[in-house]
């Protein structure tokens, strides 16, 4: 076989009704944003590597391709678009009125162990980001803004936003004065829900046993009661806080009557050192890995010279289009319906292209038969 | 625009989910020349979501740790009929039809589960350290109990300060290892027998699973030092966590009952 017709693995190529499907989700989501008043804004797929080292953190930003730049620096495909945006509304955006509201479609490219499922270096994201607003309205809006884009592609009903408050984690760490090493460990251990290994952690890093005693990762996830089973047992005032503050959202939640939607998880502990609190994650029926994921990152733009709230999201556009092509009543591979086909009248190939202007002017569909076509 | 339905404010100022107009748009020519897509397409892709329905799907790894996972199951009130089984399908039910278990190769339970082609899954930690899936792991179910260990002929030298031949099954783990010591190794990927390794001089030492011991003994190999201890787990996908929070809680809390039951009478 030529080496030419080889692909770069986790890479693909989209067409016909498959093609048409992910950009008919991604117009979806970039009108439903515009209907919130988001502004688009394209960001540079080249920039600096330091950008997304700064902006992701270092354990996210190395899964970045990287090259050099002409002189030397370090230069990144975008593995992200959240840093870039922050940057710009710290600086290029610096004079403009807050909050500032800005969605996007791209692709983000990022290297990643082959063995994981769901294998693209090459994904599309739709996302927004609301710069300059603090506090549990800002949280809200881009709540709400992911639940509209799901309700439009019809997955209402098979949709589940599990929320979460970083500060609920932080607290604990900081309780249980747990160095860097540590901490991580005890978020490995969360995150994976591992029951046994929390007991034993939490009985090596306290003296008393008794909260540890009670800790059932189970129990974490659920509806608001999970809320009271925590404050049975975290006591210390920055988790309490944060559990206020999922209290409060979820009471929101139920008055606007979509509690069907939500779950509260606090064992959602992943991108600890990016958000600073709140966090979601969208799961969809039919996939097998999340589709979305969104937070708050207050921290985020003092890299670039101004500290400002902020929160944001993004939706997986290969994984929705996954999804929502095996339950559309067409096959993958099947194309474009064609235009009635305009054939050449006898060498006349002015008339003929007269005739497809036509028809285009009238805004209808064509087809020009070729010479050697069948 | 190419078409009335593309067009986004279109879609926006519509009721009709995308989902509709996604399928007026590309099944349906504006100007009514193509033909509808007949709904018998439709069979051409799996029309079962696995996610949407209640049952939950568990891959069991084939081999000592089913039979074992099975005995656990049947204890905990998930009874699997002899017959079903002796019938060698690819998937069988359980009596109750709440559960459809599948058997696989140990190796590839994460790879199932990680992908949510099944829920939930039984597999050694082994595995899972070895295949670095990205599941969660709820349950230490206490069962197929081994350790992973540095094993290496009697009387060889305890350092070495060159490179370190290793012999294994398990690269990934045997490298974060030594990694972790800082011993520059080779490590040399074999697929069975490991303990021949360093009889026949291919390898200084061995990383492999140990239940007795006495493979090793056979082989004049000793346990120099136990990585880690290894035990069979409930592996969950994690976007079944939260789709099927109440099958997947349900599963959890009748295994954990009869975990803890063992342990302490243990």
Same mark, same amino acid.
């Given at each position: 076989?030529?080496?030419?017709?080889?692909?770069?693995? +986790?890479?693909?190529?989209?067409?016909?009704?498959?093609a048409r499907l992910q950009r008919l989700i991604e117009d979806g989501c970039m009108a439903v944003?515009? +209907?919130?008043s988001y502004e688009e804004i394209a960001t540079p797929l080249l920039d600096y590597y330091a950008l997304f080292e700064r902006g992701m953190g270092h354990q996210e930003a190395q899964r970045a391709f990287r090259f050099t730049d002409a002189d030397g620096r370090l230069l990144a495909l975008r593995p992200d678009v959240t840093s870039s945006v922050a940057r710009a509304a710290a600086t290029l955006f610096a004079g403009r009125t807050r909050p500032l509201r800005f969605c996007y479609a791209a692709s983000v490219f990022r290297q990643r162990s082959r063995s994981h499922a769901e294998w693209r270096r090459e994904s599309r994201q739709a996302g927004c980001e609301l710069v300059g607003a603090g506090g549990r309205a800002a949280d809200i809006e881009t709540l709400l803004i992911a639940v509209e884009?799901?309700?439009? !592609?019809g997955l209402r009903s098979e949709t589940r936003i599990t929320l979460n408050n970083v500060e609920v984690f932080n607290g604990l760490s900081e309780k249980l004065a747990l160095d860097t090493g540590a901490r991580e460990e005890m978020r490995r251990i969360i995150d994976t829900r591992d029951d046994s290994a929390l007991q034993e952690f939490?009985?090596?890093?306290?003296?008393?046993t008794a909260p540890g005693g009670e800790w059932g990762l189970a129990r974490l996830a659920g509806q608001r009661e999970v809320i009271d089973e925590a404050r049975r047992l975290i006591f210390n005032s920055r988790s309490r806080a944060a559990l206020d503050a999922l209290d409060e959202l979820w009471g929101v939640i139920e008055q606007l009557e979509l509690t069907d939607l939500f779950e509260i998880d606090l064992g959602d502990v992943s991108g600890l050192d990016y958000y600073t609190g709140l966090v979601f994650k969208v799961y969809v029926a039919g996939a097998g890995s999340r589709v979305g994921s969104g937070g708050r990152y207050d921290d985020l733009t003092v890299n670039f010279g101004r500290r400002?709230?902020?929160?944001?999201?993004? !939706?997986?556009l290969d994984a929705l289009t996954e999804v929502l092509m095996r339950r559309a009543t067409m096959e993958p591979a099947q194309t474009h319906p064609s235009g009635a086909p305009i054939v050449e009248p006898d060498g006349d190939a002015a008339g003929l292209f007269r005739e497809a202007r036509q028809r285009r002017a009238a805004n209808s569909r064509v087809r020009i038969k070729q010479r050697d076509e069948g | 625009m190419k078409s009335e339905n593309l067009n986004p404010n279109n879609v926006n100022s519509r009721n009709e989910s995308l989902m509709d107009s996604m399928n007026d748009s590309v099944v349906d020519g504006e100007d009514g020349l193509s033909e509808r897509a007949s709904s018998s397409t439709r069979a051409a892709r799996p029309s079962s979501f696995h996610n949407t329905s209640h049952v939950l799907t568990v891959a069991?790894?084939? +081999?000592?740790m089913q039979d074992e996972a099975l005995t656990l199951l049947g204890r905990a009130g998930v009874e699997v009929s002899g017959e079903a089984l002796a019938s060698r399908r690819l998937a069988v039910e359980d009596v109750a039809g709440c559960y459809r278990f599948v058997f696989v190769k140990p190796a590839d339970v994460p790879v199932y589960v990680e992908h949510g082609i099944a829920d939930c899954g039984v597999v050694g930690r082994d595995v899972l350290l070895e295949s670095e899936a990205d599941v969660l792991q709820p349950l230490d179910l206490g069962i197929s109990r081994?350790?992973?260990?540095?094993?290496?002929?009697?009387g060889a030298a305890a350092h070495v300060y060159g490179m370190l031949h290793v012999a294994t099954k398990y690269p990934r783990i045997a490298a974060a290892h030594f990694g972790a010591r800082g011993v520059p190794v080779e490590i040399i990927q074999l697929s069975g027998s490991v303990e021949l390794a360093p009889v026949l001089g291919l390898a200084d030492c061995i990383v492999d699973l140990v239940e007795t011991?006495?493979?090793?003994?056979?082989?004049? !190999?000793?346990?120099?030092?136990?990585?880690?201890?290894?035990?069979?787990r409930l592996v969950v996908n994690r976007a079944s966590y939260q789709l099927k929070a109440v099958a997947v809680a349900r599963l959890i809390k009748a295994l954990r009952e009869v975990t803890t039951a063992v342990e302490s009478k243990a």
């Open positions: 076989m030529n080496s030419l017709s080889e692909i770069p693995g +986790g890479m693909r190529y989209y067409f016909g009704a498959e944003f515009d +209907g919130w884009v799901l309700e439009r !592609l939490i009985r090596h890093h306290t003296e008393q400002e709230p902020a929160v944001g999201f993004v !939706l997986e | 069991l790894s084939k +081999g000592r081994c350790r992973i260990v540095v094993a290496a002929p009697d011991g006495r493979t090793l003994a056979d082989n004049g !190999l000793r346990v120099v030092e136990t990585i880690t201890e290894s035990t069979g």
